[in-house]
């Protein structure tokens, strides 16, 4: 694809890191236009004959687009719980079926998914992926490519390989995905933290890191890659605004071939929640269009930074795994067309492609929903998660007394108090604080406005055994109690680039995911509500499932 009306990417071939010059195109690249055409007989390659895959057909039933509501319901109640119950039931599911050979022409085939195929994918799934880029993204330089990977957890891996040689060093938040790290460590590359505030990475310390390093002090090269998750942040929930990026994109374009490349890690893009409001002050949110949909996730709310990257240095990792399943495995990127064709080499020799199998059931699926009908998928996805992040805040106005630390101004963290009338949380916390300390906040956290998690600021401070155990120990003592009392958390040192210093001091953390929480959380219906629900249930022997769930909440 191309914006003939805009620049190509500037050369950033100065990036490459050994592995990726080093290398070679497959000598039989020539030969494969002739892949696919249907006058050819196939000698060349060690194909499998398809007539030989036992699948004949494979086929799948999924929800339409519009399977779930896209405004939220504002106040999760009784009946919501029990719609949430029954919402499988009675679904129309759209068909899909990929026979071996299709009977209609434009239908996808088995017996060429299921065949040794292109490492970019399947090229109408590099269609439908264009048209997603294209139209929501808008990168600002004409000759961007898109190219599958298996999730953005190999995405990452390959882009640090094409960029980083042994010894480099990397940039990251000073919180930050461990997966991100452990997949560099090893690899001899060195993850460089930027302190954070409520929106991510700050664009002045970045720069102030930058201009003074010296490489004879730090004993590493200059950081050239930059590690971000814009949108959602993991574990942070921090989301950047468009300001901050475009600082950070001039930082990264400012230091001449001292230059940084971009790599956004953004699988929570479409579950941008927006502003959270107590339960009280809730109205319905009015119903959107699609075109309203798009633009708030581009305008009001931040952008992606690619559509500020006008010189093609931003790699973008795309996933399917929090839009439609992480078990699909599928994923692409978007970069400048020189990084595309060293990560497609590097890919014709570590995962090939993606399973044909999701290929093929992605692809059908997005086919039969068109664009429309996905961007529709996200805005009921977007109003589901929106639903699971105000019950999960909810839930801390019935433990905590929650004051914002700035009244009045939206966005700004709360203090969360402890509440004399909550005596879950009295048990829990009332012991490990004196009546003085309890007067001042217990825990903090921003309400996240994107993504699915909630970074709980413990005060340690006043932690009787803090002085004693440490951060570490005590973050690690404080989620297995909770585990133990039925909830897993992580502790906050497991999202530290910096996991072997000695960092004992400042407030401890615990990740929270609310994307798995639902109403039944909070709502604990009266025996005599269950007994109603199982009676209503009972009358159909479709709804064996939801009796067994009652008596399970019961
Ligand atoms: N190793 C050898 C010796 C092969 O012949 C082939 C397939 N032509 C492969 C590896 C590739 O295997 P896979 O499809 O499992 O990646
Ligand atoms: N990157 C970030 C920031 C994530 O939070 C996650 C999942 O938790 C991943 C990557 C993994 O993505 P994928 O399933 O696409 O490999």
Request: aromatic content about 12%; charged content about 25%; hydrophobic content about 35%.
């Amino acid at each position: 694809p191309c914006h003939k009306n805009l620049p190509d990417a500037i050369d950033l071939s100065h990036h490459l890191s050994k592995v990726a010059r080093a290398r070679e195109v497959s000598p039989l690249k020539g030969l494969q236009k002739y892949l696919g055409r249907k006058d050819i007989i196939m000698l060349a390659g060690g194909l499998p004959h398809p007539d030989l895959f036992p699948f004949e057909d494979v086929s799948a039933s999924v929800y339409p687009p519009n399977a779930f509501p896209s405004n939220n319901s504002t106040k999760p109640s009784f009946f919501s719980w029990i719609t949430s119950l029954f919402s499988h039931k009675g679904q129309t599911w759209e068909k899909l079926k990929i026979r071996r050979y299709a009977k209609e022409t434009g239908d996808l085939n088995l017996a060429q998914l299921l065949q040794y195929g292109l490492s970019s994918g399947l090229p109408d799934l590099q269609k439908l992926l264009q048209e997603i880029v294209e139209r929501i993204y808008q990168p600002a330089y004409g000759n961007w490519k898109v190219l599958i990977h298996t999730g953005n957890t190999d995405g990452w891996a390959k882009a640090i390989m094409t960029l980083c040689d042994p010894g480099d060093t990397f940039l990251t938040s000073e919180w930050t995905y461990p997966s991100a790290i452990s997949a560099a460590t090893p690899l001899g590359f060195k993850a460089v933290p930027i302190p954070m505030d409520n929106e991510g990475e700050r664009s002045d310390a970045l720069l102030v890191l930058l201009s003074t390093w010296d490489e004879n002090v730090r004993g590493a090269p200059r950081p050239r890659v930059m590690y971000t998750v814009p949108i959602g942040q993991n574990p942070t929930g921090a989301t950047m605004h468009l300001e901050r990026k475009k600082e950070i994109y001039d930082i990264c374009v400012k230091f001449g071939s001292l230059d940084v490349i971009i790599v956004e890690d953004d699988p929570y893009f479409f579950l941008q929640e927006g502003l959270y409001t107590p339960r009280q002050d809730r109205v319905m949110h009015k119903d959107v269009s699609n075109e309203a949909f798009l633009a708030s996730l581009c305008s009001e709310l931040p952008q992606p930074p690619i559509s500020i990257d006008y010189q093609g240095r931003v790699l973008r990792l795309d996933s399917f795994s929090k839009t439609i399943a992480p078990g699909s495995r599928l994923g692409w990127f978007t970069c400048n067309a020189l990084f595309a064709e060293r990560l497609e080499r590097q890919s014709e020799t570590s995962t090939q492609a993606p399973s044909g199998f999701t290929q093929g059931l992605l692809t059908a699926l997005l086919l039969n929903w068109k664009f429309d009908g996905y961007v529709r998928w996200l805005r009921g996805l977007r109003a589901q998660y929106t639903e699971r992040r105000d019950l999960c805040i909810d839930l801390f106005h019935e433990f905590f007394e929650l004051q914002e630390q700035s009244p009045g101004v939206k966005g700004t963290p709360y203090n969360g108090y402890l509440k004399s009338r909550s005596p879950e949380a009295l048990n829990y916390w009332a012991e490990k604080f004196d009546d003085e300390v309890k007067q001042r906040p217990v825990i903090s956290f921003v309400p996240p406005t994107s993504g699915m998690f909630l970074w709980l600021q413990i005060n340690f401070d006043d932690h009787p055994s803090f002085n004693r155990l440490g951060r570490r120990a005590l973050e690690n003592r404080i989620c297995t109690e909770f585990a133990e009392a039925g909830v897993l958390v992580g502790p906050g040192f497991i999202f530290s680039p910096r996991l072997s210093d000695s960092e004992e001091d400042g407030p401890g953390h615990v990740r929270l995911s609310f994307s798995n929480a639902d109403v039944r959380v909070q709502f604990r219906p009266s025996r005599e509500e269950c007994l109603f629900v199982a009676e209503l249930a009972s009358e159909s022997e479709r709804y064996q499932d939801v009796v067994s769930q009652i008596k399970f909440i019961v």
